[in-house]
């Protein structure tokens, strides 16, 4: 018999490892670009940002070539969903020994190489993959071949690239999830939280997703964020009370849904969630107050505590 048969979970959660060590190293790049934003003279910012986006070609190249391995083995949990059996490679006679007087572990099986991967899948999977998932992990198979061999000289992506690969696969293969709640669950439980960094996941993961809404286009915010980049955004209630005071929320990214003008429902991307709203009669402190959270006690416009006044007391 064989012991140490992998589960699909196994592979999900190692690629979903895999995937947020490449979202890692590439957002820590946008959120130093944004932090510059604030300290480089806007005249300058251009020539500042070309340069760092050149010195940052092995960063965003290895980035990619993380997401393909993150793929694989996702890839291969569908297949163990079907049978963990199905990844073993070459014949019989080329098997470890049965005769050993102890069971075999899986490890010591060849697995199949990853090009039949798509293969062995697409025969005994339900459904086939679809061919724009395909295409994607060619291309991201076809890249991670040129960095291999030309150790990566003749590659150049892009930021927004390895940006949209990464969210384009996790939502691909993880369709009932949304990627900003799981970052936010990594950056909660990152080495770094033993330190301390944990309080601050939420923050980050807000500030990740508001450059990420600034760098993809609508038709992909849509896809992976489940929110209009054009429509107004308000502070979710869940959030301002999550994010660490000190450093304090600036990212807006709930909208109402649905998009009416007494619409009181927001969507959130990083909580995946919906919450209720009111609407006060009146503003206060110079703010219009057109949305508050009792639940949180703050205002959804300008995030700070202030009294306003409700319909009911109004
Ligand atoms: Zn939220
Ligand atoms: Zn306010």
Redesign the pocket.
Known sequence: MIVNLPTPEDFYTSGKELLNFAWDSTATLLIEVDQAEEYVDESDLAEVSEQYWAASKRTLTTALTVIQQAVELVIKGRIAEVSPYLLISDGPSRWPSPYEGKPVDFERFRTIDAQDLLRVHDTFAPAHFDPEFVNNFRRLREIRNVVMHSAGKNVTVQVAEVVDSALFMHKTLFPHERWFPVRREFLRTAPSSALGAGEYATNNACWEASIVKKLLQPAQVRAYLGVEKKQRAYYCPACLDDANSEVGLNHKLAVLRPDSRDGCDLYCPVCDDIFHAERPAR?A?N?E?TLYSSSAGR?L??G?W?DVESDAEG
């Open positions: 503003g402190d703010c107050a205002c416009v300008c700070r202030h």
